[in-house]
């Protein structure tokens, strides 16, 4: 156990669906970020909030849609996605201001698009 | 972008052994972290090591750090079956963006 929690674990969805995926953590922390793994590639950084501002976007298709409404909370909502975006995704948190931040991640949720 | 490449992208070993991963990474960074997946699962972090430090030590992990060539190496001593797991470098960069390697699979044969 992390502290981070994302749920659901896993969804699958259709192409026309509209879903959400959740992420919580109650650490204190103040950066939480949404990074995508797809197999056979490299962890992929989509979305970085910062005391609930988004300061990163790396060229995310707009069919994703991060929400940050508080600092424990963060959302990424869904539509019209493509197979291609079945994958691995993983909400992650971090304390800003120290050198030595670790960052925590969640266990995953594992989307389906089909 | 992806940070930087790691060296080996698959490792076999016999339990009781030694294996050491490397890393390489592009960009400056604060600190670099490491970490495992086990299948299917989240990622669990082992070690950070800053910038301004070249080695550290947790248990039977030894993570080394230059930065003069960008590269970073872990080493797990007297591995053990349950170490089997995908191993992942990561740079934080002065935004607190964590940027990952591509992994080493690890396989520790019993």
């Known amino acids: 156990e992390t502290g981070v929690t994302q749920t659901p674990r896993h969804l699958v969805m259709g192409m026309t669906n509209k879903k959400s995926l959740k992420c919580e953590q109650h650490?204190?922390?103040?950066?939480m970020y949404w990074y995508k793994q797809s197999a056979k590639k490299p962890l992929e950084l989509m979305f970085v909030?910062?005391?609930?501002?988004?300061?990163e976007n790396n060229s995310v298709p707009s069919r994703f849609s991060p929400e940050c409404p508080n600092s424990s909370h963060l959302f990424l909502h869904l539509h019209t996605l493509q197979p291609e975006d079945s994958a691995l995704y993983l909400c992650?948190?971090?304390?800003?201001?120290?050198?030595?931040?670790?960052?925590?991640f969640g266990e995953g949720s594992w989307l389906t698009v089909v | 972008s992806q940070q930087g490449e790691e060296d080996p992208q698959a490792l076999s070993i016999q339990e009781g052994e030694n294996a050491t991963m490397n890393c390489s990474y592009k960009?400056?960074?604060?600190?670099l972290q490491w970490y495992r997946q086990n299948s299917g699962r989240g990622l669990v972090h082992l070690i950070l090591?800053?910038?301004?430090?070249r080695e550290k030590h947790s248990g039977r992990l030894r993570v080394t750090l230059d930065t003069s060539k960008k590269s970073s190496s872990l080493l797990i001593t007297a591995s053990r079956a349950a170490d089997t797991a995908s191993y992942f470098c990561?740079?934080?960069?002065?935004?607190?963006?964590?940027?990952f390697g591509s992994g080493t699979r690890l396989l520790v044969r019993p």
């Open positions: 992650a948190s971090t304390l800003r201001g120290l050198t030595g931040n670790t960052i925590y």
């Open positions: 650490l204190g922390h103040n950066a």
């Open positions: 909030y910062n005391f609930k501002e988004q300061t």
């Open positions: 960009t400056s960074i604060n600190n």
């Open positions: 090591i800053r910038s301004n430090e």
């Open positions: 990561a740079g934080m960069d002065s935004s607190y963006k964590l940027i």
